[in-house]
């Protein structure tokens, strides 16, 4: 584990329209000859006042309760938020302050959890000189002003379930070796946020890898899409395999996936078309067996293109955040925030009737059967007769 230090109501009008000034109220006032009947305290008091109003002139029946008066609210409310204080989170899939997992973050951040982090190995040096020497500091900061903490980081390396079955070049490899008698696979992580923290409560998966990314499913290797699958499906399985036991009955976890799964997108290649598949498919079972076995909620989230360093490396987000503006429903592009507010969302229990589902947050792409900005309607648009 590498320590990183820690930091009205409008004016609730009343306006009772009285049918007559005395024996007949439009909703909810009642007839006066059913007052009588009336048995629960509150009826009668809503009664009373509404017998009240109907009795003042009609240039008076305009009403302020005093409770509702201020700030805009209804009397009762205190607004609605997602409020997770109290609350434990770990997210795997952190490296920079670029991706949706940093976003996913500082949501949570927002709403009062307390975060811990899996990094990557290779990218754990990285991440904790950047953050040492205040490069997030920007990034960190909340709406209070303080900047965001993590109660602890991990090595993490979601690839290997158990210490036994990571091969000897990795576990020699002096960055993995670093990791010392914790470890760093899915186990070892879990274990480890156990000890230091007891249960936990919410459990984000933001990681994904495709050595081939970039190859067309055709020219893929078994390797390389056994590869994809392993790194950004299965790891999800492995994750909820060893994080169940060790979350509170009402938790919930959230993954990332992409459109590609379901529509084909040329370009998202090496089996990780296939990886986004197998993981949405898995977030279903997954969904039932941990909600029947650990009473936890389980989505995923279909994300929208974002030009993280990984989707960077695919080499054509840029025109993917490009397509999608010109195509999509709503036409803008696509925040990390957005996608790190719909994962606070599912991960509340403001989500608790939410799970086995996977929730688009892509500007309404998914919906499009067609794109707008194609050369042939374009044509077509042409008025009849046209040069
Ligand atoms: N960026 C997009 O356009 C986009 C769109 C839809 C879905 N997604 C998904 O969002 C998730 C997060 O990706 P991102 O785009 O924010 O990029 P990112 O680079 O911020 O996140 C990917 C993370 O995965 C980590 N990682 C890779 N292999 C790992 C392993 N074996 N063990 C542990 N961590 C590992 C990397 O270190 C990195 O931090 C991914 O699942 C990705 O497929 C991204």
Same mark, same amino acid.
């Given at each position: 584990?590498?320590?990183?230090?820690?930091?009205?109501?409008?004016?609730?009008?009343?306006?009772?329209?009285?049918?007559?000034?005395?024996?007949?109220?439009?909703?909810?006032?009642?007839?006066?000859?059913?007052?009588?009947?009336?048995?629960?305290?509150?009826? /009668?008091?809503?009664?009373?006042?509404?017998?009240?109003?109907?009795?003042?002139?009609?240039?008076?029946?305009?009403?302020?309760?005093?409770? &509702?008066?201020?700030?805009?609210?209804?009397?009762?409310?205190?607004?609605?938020?997602?409020?997770?204080?109290?609350?434990?989170?770990?997210?795997?899939?952190?490296?920079?302050?670029?991706?949706?997992?940093?976003?996913?973050?500082?949501? /949570? &951040?927002?709403?009062?959890?307390?975060?811990?982090?899996?990094?990557?190995?290779?990218?754990?040096?990285?991440?904790?000189?950047?953050?040492?020497?205040?490069?997030?500091?920007?990034?960190?900061?909340?709406?209070?002003?303080?900047?965001?903490?993590?109660?602890?980081?991990?090595?993490?390396?979601?690839?290997?379930?158990?210490?036994?079955?990571?091969?000897?070049?990795?576990?020699?490899?002096?960055?993995?070796?670093?990791?010392?008698?914790?470890?760093?696979?899915?186990?070892?992580?879990?274990?480890?946020?156990?000890?230091?923290?007891?249960?936990?409560?919410?459990?984000?998966?933001?990681?994904?890898?495709?050595?081939?990314?970039?190859?067309?499913?055709?020219?893929?290797?078994?390797?390389?899409?056994?590869?994809?699958?392993?790194?950004?499906?299965?790891?999800?399985?492995?994750?909820?395999?060893?994080?169940?036991?060790? *979350?509170?009955?009402?938790?919930?976890?959230?993954?990332?996936?992409?459109? &590609?799964?379901?529509?084909?997108?040329?370009?998202?290649?090496?089996? *990780?078309?296939? &990886?986004?598949?197998?993981?949405?498919?898995?977030?279903?079972?997954?969904?039932?067996?941990?909600?029947?076995?650990?009473?936890?909620?389980?989505?995923?989230?279909?994300?929208?293109?974002?030009?993280?360093?990984?989707?960077?490396?695919?080499?054509?987000?840029?025109?993917?955040?490009?397509?999608?503006?010109?195509?999509?429903?709503?036409?803008?592009?696509?925040?990390?925030?957005?996608?790190?507010?719909?994962?606070?969302?599912? /991960?509340?229990? *403001?989500?608790?009737?939410?799970?086995?589902?996977?929730?688009?947050?892509?500007?309404?792409?998914?919906? *499009?059967? /067609?794109?707008?900005?194609?050369?042939?309607?374009?044509?077509?648009?042409?008025?009849?007769?046209?040069?």
């Amino acid at each position: 584990m590498v320590p990183i230090p820690t930091q009205g109501a409008s004016r609730a009008v009343v306006n009772a329209v009285c049918h007559s000034s005395v024996v007949r109220c439009a909703a909810p006032c009642l007839p006066v000859r059913l007052q009588s009947d009336l048995s629960s305290i509150f009826d /009668l008091q809503r009664t009373h006042l509404h017998r009240n109003i109907c009795n003042l002139p009609r240039s008076r029946r305009g009403f302020v309760t005093k409770a &509702a008066e201020g700030n805009g609210a209804s009397p009762a409310s205190t607004g609605l938020s997602i409020d997770l204080r109290g609350k434990k989170a770990f997210i795997a899939g952190i490296a920079d302050d670029q991706g949706f997992g940093w976003a996913i973050a500082k949501a /949570l &951040a927002e709403a009062g959890a307390e975060i811990s982090l899996g990094v990557w190995v290779p990218a754990l040096n990285i991440f904790e000189s950047s953050y040492r020497r205040g490069k997030f500091d920007a990034s960190r900061k909340l709406s209070n002003g303080s900047l965001m903490e993590f109660a602890k980081v991990y090595p993490m390396d979601a690839v290997y379930d158990t210490p036994e079955e990571v091969p000897e070049d990795v576990s020699s490899n002096k960055r993995y070796a670093a990791a010392g008698d914790l470890g760093f696979t899915v186990s070892d992580v879990a274990r480890n946020v156990e000890k230091d923290f007891g249960k936990i409560d919410v459990l984000v998966h933001s990681l994904a890898n495709g050595p081939e990314v970039t190859k067309p499913l055709l020219e893929t290797s078994r390797k390389g899409y056994l590869m994809a699958v392993s790194a950004s499906a299965y790891s999800y399985v492995s994750m909820l395999q060893r994080f169940g036991p060790i *979350m509170n009955p009402g938790g919930a976890a959230v993954s990332l996936t992409y459109l &590609a799964s379901e529509k084909i997108i040329p370009g998202y290649g090496g089996g *990780m078309s296939s &990886a986004k598949a197998a993981l949405e498919s898995d977030t279903r079972v997954l969904a039932y067996e941990a909600g029947r076995k650990y009473q936890l909620r389980v989505n995923t989230i279909s994300a929208g293109p974002l030009g993280s360093r990984a989707a960077k490396a695919i080499g054509f987000i840029d025109d993917m955040i490009k397509y999608s503006y010109a195509n999509a429903p709503i036409q803008k592009e696509l925040e990390a925030r957005e996608v790190g507010n719909a994962a606070a969302f599912l /991960l509340s229990p *403001m989500a608790s009737a939410v799970t086995g589902a996977t929730i688009y947050v892509d500007n309404g792409l998914n919906a *499009m059967g /067609l794109a707008p900005d194609s050369q042939t309607l374009a044509r077509a648009e042409q008025p009849v007769g046209a040069a």
